[in-house]
């Protein structure tokens, strides 16, 4: 047989294997869920689509080698395709290699889709765990759980609203608390809000009370799932430092006119005489 004959048939060959490893349209796609939630703090992961006549039982993310491996289960009696879809989220390529029961393989195929990449790699009824390792492994920032507070002002008086508000991640659906405590650490306020969809949050209360008895500094504390704290201060004085004026607006621009030389003294001692009489001002007599 000549060489390029033999070129030939071994490129209907390769052509062949590639044709049986180009996933198609599958409707018999299965989930294996938590796919990444052995690393960072649990709170993120992906669900992963697969079709495979074996069933993916476990599944682990190493973001040391940057990999993501997967546990197959299921008797089978002849060679097949495992396809996987996987979120470029969770890994992404170009891929550097791919490992089939600790042993590297290089006859599988990648399709690129919106947001995920097809794996298609042949298996055997032994095969029990793939490898994939990439370029890099949860590419989308793993978010830790935080919560941040903040007061709308630094000071209140009674009577003043105070907005409470700040962030919280991840969104679960808790409630998250609100504690005031006064300078003594004694709790004046407490309550609990719902976190948005987008991690923001926000309480409006009245300054004030019959617990708002003394003036200093208040704790505003608030606090989130596992245990996850925020903590900020505002200051508070439990008696109004604006005392109304006794003497009406007027009568102090008398006085000032007066020095002006725009009012005669007539005019004065009439503004005088007022004071007296509505005892802003008291006279004693001797």
């Known amino acids: 047989m000549s060489g390029e004959i033999r070129s030939i048939i071994l490129l209907i060959l390769i052509l062949a294997s590639t044709v049986s490893l180009i996933p198609s349209f599958a409707q018999d796609y299965k989930t294996i869920s938590g796919v990444g939630n052995n690393v960072g703090d649990g709170t993120v992961s992906y669900d992963v689509q697969y079709s495979s006549v074996k069933n993916i039982v476990s599944s682990s993310v190493d973001t ?7 546990t197959l289960v299921g008797t089978v009696d002849t060679n097949s395709v495992l396809i996987l879809k996987l979120p470029t989220g969770l890994i992404s390529g170009p891929f550097i290699a791919v490992f089939e029961d600790g042993q590297i ?4 195929i990648t ?15 032994l095969t029990a765990n793939v490898s994939i390792v990439g370029t890099s492994v949860f590419s989308q920032s793993i978010p830790t759980s935080s919560i941040t507070i903040t007061t709308d002002k630094n000071t209140y008086l009674p009577g003043d ?9 991840p969104v679960s659906g808790i409630p998250l608390s609100i504690q005031i405590l006064d300078p003594s650490n004694n709790a004046v306020y407490i309550s609990q809000t719902n976190v948005n969809s987008d991690g923001t949050y926000s309480v409006t209360i009245t300054a004030g009370g019959q617990m708002w008895n003394t003036s200093g500094t208040y704790a505003v504390l608030a606090t989130y799932e596992k245990g ?11 008696e109004s430092s604006t005392m109304p004026s006794k003497i ?7 006085f000032i006119w007066y020095g002006q030389g725009k009012i005669s003294e007539d005019d004065l001692l009439g503004a005088i005489k007022f004071l007296v009489d509505n005892g802003i001002i008291q006279l004693q007599s001797r």
Not at 64 to 70: I, L, Y
Not at 228 to 238: D, E, K, M, R
């Open 161 to 169: 609203s105070i907005v409470i508000s700040g962030k919280a991640y």
């Open 64 to 70: 040391k080698d940057k990999s993501a491996s997967f």
């Open 111 to 125: 399709t690129a889709e919106a947001g995920d990449t097809l794996v298609s790699i042949p298996i055997s009824s």
């Open 228 to 238: 996850n704290t925020a903590q900020t201060a505002f200051s508070y004085s439990a």
């Open 105 to 108: 393989i290089t006859n599988y």
């Open 248 to 254: 009406p607006t007027w009568v102090k621009n008398v």
